[in-house]
């Protein structure tokens, strides 16, 4: 599984040096799209005023960008290996730079251009303390330059990176600049327009991303009337340049490139990093054939006789914490010649939540290890999801408090198989039938602020699957892990919305829009499998209009008569699957942001929510495509018009709450399910992402209705 990992800095705010306009918005911006598009793991952010940074253990660390904060950060965070081959970190500092000595310098807040040497922290250092963190791929993206005093004649990007890609916002005895009309760089504006792009025209490699900046940016100044800056690029080593940044954009011939690098790794004997290329081919592809043969391949070429493996992985007794009598119960379980030693590795969701689990209980991988008597390297080939004897692998289960059976993916014996099933990272599952079509389809997404005025606006492409009998269209959204409710300071939050909690869920597909009374109607005239459906049961009639006035059990009865129909498992999402759709990424109240408005949802906007903007109350549902505006996943009306049934009874809270997705029930039977996503009539507040309601199963409404998950199997 690929790992994304980014750092963003932006300074306004200089003690020493000219102010900026607008580094802090960039870094802002940068950092929005890391975790709402590109679905970073972690984004570090430091700005004038950007919010503490929590760290594994102790205290949250300051975010201020000070010499300090900055140097030590670096110095402490990158000690030691956290990600791996295959896995990037992305470097964004928007702020000034200087050039002195012949070295090239970034300029924290503190920074003076006196003492250069002293105050201000080099992209060598820089470099340097990213490289120990063991991702293949670091990639930095430097706006710096932007000082309007003495600049020694040269800016930033004369030292090359030993392999890094480093992305300037201008050459040397150039400056960057700022455009009040975007309220941005010209380099990071470029930057983040490109990112977006989709179809063949993307900027998915290194080279064409560095092609498009150094045409657009010089471009943008001259009409600004801003003088000449032009972006360039050093990769490091040049093969670099076709490095894919943006696997779901990468084109037939950029995964040719990648596979030709493959093969050659293998042939040269490289087996760890042609696999990992071969994990980047599906990341881009999806799915092929060639990456799944070479993958089993290389897993069968670098299996281990049982000597080797029992080498590798004996006990450890160097340390005192584990008594004598434990440690020579240990040795003789190992020493007996006739038995097979059992391995196993984590499953996808398992790295997910030992990952969880060691963040929540502020253990280092030192510290783990510590507990757990077991040598660090072992430790780490655990979270890498590598082959451990199953005796070490019960005991970190033990220390993270996770159940072993749960979390592991496979096991093998002393022998590899040739016909052993090899997990594949990445791959979704095969769903595809023949009562599927699949094409693309466009969609604008947009984020407000406050007051509702549009901040940004993009678009994308997305795949989606429709199920021919009843065209229903359907999204597949891949796995991945969330934080489920409000947090406490959300305006308007209920405290059945708590506590916050992570949840890792597995890959589904999931109805585009509601379940309309054309679909509705094509499956209600279906045998019955529980119950009589109604053909008509709506309100207000349309066949484009979401299906309402239907119980929980007749939407149960929908997806059992569809799932007969197509051979598919259709069901209703579970509470957990319907708001990590909604979401999408992000942790605003509304996916569009912190507030909501009547152009963008149909809700009671008589009322409002952080603003003071009423709207057009339209006291009926409304077309599922009548907003234009989706969410990043491609979803639409998830906020409004029809309220939507889920697969869960009611709970009062997230108390003992489950953390792998799946639907809650009740032992006492409860008739109470959940409702979300508010309706028409419906005042902004209910309408947001984490807000719950319970509802009598039985119970039908003229602003209730459902739409459906394929499950993904």
């Known amino acids: 599984m690929v790992r994304n990992w980014a750092i963003a800095i932006g300074i306004n705010e200089y003690d020493y040096l000219a102010p900026l306009n607008y580094a802090k918005r960039d870094a802002e911006a940068f950092r929005a799209f890391c975790f709402n598009q590109l679905d970073f793991e972690e984004v570090y952010y430091f700005s004038d005023d950007s919010p503490p940074i929590q760290q594994d253990y102790g205290s949250p660390m300051r975010s201020q960008p000070t010499y300090g904060t900055l140097s030590r950060f670096l110095r402490a965070r990158f000690e030691e290996k956290f990600l791996g081959a295959g896995d990037n970190i992305w470097f964004f500092f928007a702020g000034h730079g200087k050039r002195h000595l012949n070295r090239d310098y970034l300029m924290p807040s503190d920074a003076d251009p006196g003492n250069i040497q002293r105050t201000a922290i080099s992209i060598n250092y820089i470099s340097e303390r990213l490289r120990r963190c063991g991702a293949d791929n670091v990639i930095l993206f430097l706006d710096a330059c932007r000082n ?145 043969n070479a993958i089993k391949r290389i897993a069968l070429k670098t299996s281990k006789t049982q000597a080797d493996i029992q080498t590798e992985f004996q006990p450890d007794y160097t340390s005192n914490s584990r008594s004598s009598e434990e440690s020579s119960t240990l040795s003789t379980n190992y020493d007996k010649p006739n038995q097979k030693a059992s391995y196993v590795k984590l499953s996808n969701n398992g790295a997910e939540l030992a990952n969880l689990a060691k963040t929540e209980k502020k253990f280092t991988y030192a510290k783990l290890a510590e507990v757990c008597c077991i040598s660090k390297s072992t430790i780490l080939r655990f979270f890498k999801q590598e082959m451990l004897d199953t005796r070490k692998f019960e005991i970190i289960c033990e220390a993270l408090g996770l159940v072993p059976e749960s979390v592991t993916e496979n096991h093998s014996t002393t022998k590899s198989d040739s016909n052993e099933t090899i997990s594949l990272l990445n791959i979704p599952p095969q769903i595809l039938s023949s009562s599927f079509t699949t094409s693309t389809f466009k969609f604008e997404v947009v984020s407000i602020d406050q007051k509702g005025q549009e901040i940004q606006r993009n678009q994308q492409t997305a795949g989606q699957y429709i199920e021919k009998r009843v065209s229903l269209e359907l999204v597949l959204l891949p796995g991945g892990r969330f934080l489920m409710g409000s947090p406490e300071t959300e305006e308007r939050r209920l405290p059945n919305e708590g506590p916050q909690h992570s949840v890792v869920t597995k890959p589904f597909l999931i109805g585009k829009y509601p379940v309309t009374q054309a679909q509705w109607k094509a499956v209600a005239t279906l045998n019955t499998v529980n119950r009589d459906l109604e053909l008509d049961p709506s309100h207000f009639k ?66 409002s929510y952080r603003s003071q903007l009423k709207g057009n109350f339209r006291k009926k549902t409304t077309p599922v495509e009548f907003f234009p505006l989706a969410n990043a996943f491609g979803l639409f009306d998830m906020h409004g018009n029809v309220w939507e049934w889920c697969l869960d009874c009611w709970s009062e809270n997230y108390n003992n709450a489950l953390s792998d997705g799946q639907a809650w029930f009740d032992d006492n039977s409860t008739n109470l399910r959940l409702l979300r996503g508010g309706s028409w009539y419906n005042d902004p507040r209910d309408c947001r992402s984490a807000f719950r309601k319970s509802w009598d199963s039985n119970d039908k409404l003229n602003r209730v209705g459902f739409r459906v998950v394929c499950v993904a199997k």
């Open 148 to 292: 309007e005093g003495d600049r020694d004649g040269e800016g930033v990007g004369v030292e090359k990176q030993q392999g890094i890609v480093t992305f300037f916002s201008c050459s040397p005895n150039e400056r960057s600049y700022e455009i009040d009309e975007f309220q941005h760089g010209s380099f990071t504006y470029s930057l983040l327009q490109a990112l977006r792009i989709q179809g063949k025209n993307n900027c998915a490699t290194v080279d064409r991303l560095y092609q498009y900046l150094r045409n657009q940016v010089p471009e943008i100044n001259s009409r600004y009337k801003k003088p000449r800056q032009t972006p360039y690029t050093i990769a490091e080593p040049a093969t670099k340049l076709h490095l894919i940044l943006l696997p779901k954009q990468a084109t037939p011939t950029d995964v040719s490139i990648l596979k030709a690098d493959a093969f050659e790794a293998e042939a040269e004997g490289k087996l760890e990093l042609a696999e990992q290329l071969w994990i980047r081919v599906l990341e881009a592809s999806i799915i092929d054939n060639q990456a799944i």
């Open 542 to 607: 349309g066949a484009n209009l979401p299906v309402e006035q239907v119980s929980w059990y007749d939407a149960v009865e929908f997806c059992l008569r569809l799932s007969r129909e197509t051979g598919h498992d259709y069901r209703l999402p579970t509470e957990a699957e319907w708001e990590y759709a909604c979401r999408a990424g992000t942790k605003t109240p509304f996916h569009f942001g912190e507030t909501i408005t009547s152009k963008l949802a149909n809700y009671d906007s008589n009322y």
